[in-house]
């Protein structure tokens, strides 16, 4: 692949792609059938896709605060911020590895909360079992832990990270 990336708003021809990313990935996220996304998306204020010939190779799908979202993550970061935008899920193809594409939708989701007026970007990331390169890619995005978090009776432990718009 050797054409720039596109970034663009995901549309309904999108939704098989983006399912079968997610389910590559799914260790990493959670689950997510065409069903759940399509509840998803009306709750979400950011849906985008980044394209490589024409195909989508990744996706990042957020929420702002105040939508009817039932998520614990999202629950707790409502508790501690009165505005933000919250990551619910980034996922990049393996086979895409090589142009940036995480970071091209962060800055793009950044760019997106400047105009919105949105101070924050919230995510969380697996500590326990351990997810060393998304700790080590948030990082470089300027989050800082803020707290973390139990999930699935005990089985998951979460970090939950902030990133303050300047």
Request: some cysteine; overall charge negative.
């Amino acid at each position: 692949m050797s054409a720039e990336p596109l970034i663009r708003d995901a549309n309904e021809g999108d939704y098989a792609a983006i399912v079968a990313l997610n389910m590559a990935e799914v260790r990493h996220t959670s689950p997510m059938n065409e069903d759940r996304l399509r509840q998803l998306v009306p709750l979400s204020a950011y849906n985008r896709v980044a394209t490589l010939e024409g195909r989508v190779v990744a996706f990042l799908l957020a929420m702002r605060a105040g939508a009817d979202y039932r998520n614990d993550n999202f629950a707790w970061f409502t508790a501690q911020h009165p505005d933000f935008l919250y990551v619910d899920r980034i996922v990049v193809d393996a086979a895409a590895q090589g142009h940036r594409l995480g970071s091209r939708l962060y800055a793009d989701l950044f760019a997106f909360a400047g105009e919105h007026g949105v101070p924050r970007i919230t995510c969380e990331f697996n500590v326990v079992p351990p997810n060393e390169p998304s700790r080590l890619f948030h990082a470089r995005h300027g989050f800082v832990e803020t707290g973390r978090q139990w999930l699935d009776e005990g089985r998951k432990q979460v970090s939950m990270q902030v990133a303050e718009l300047t």
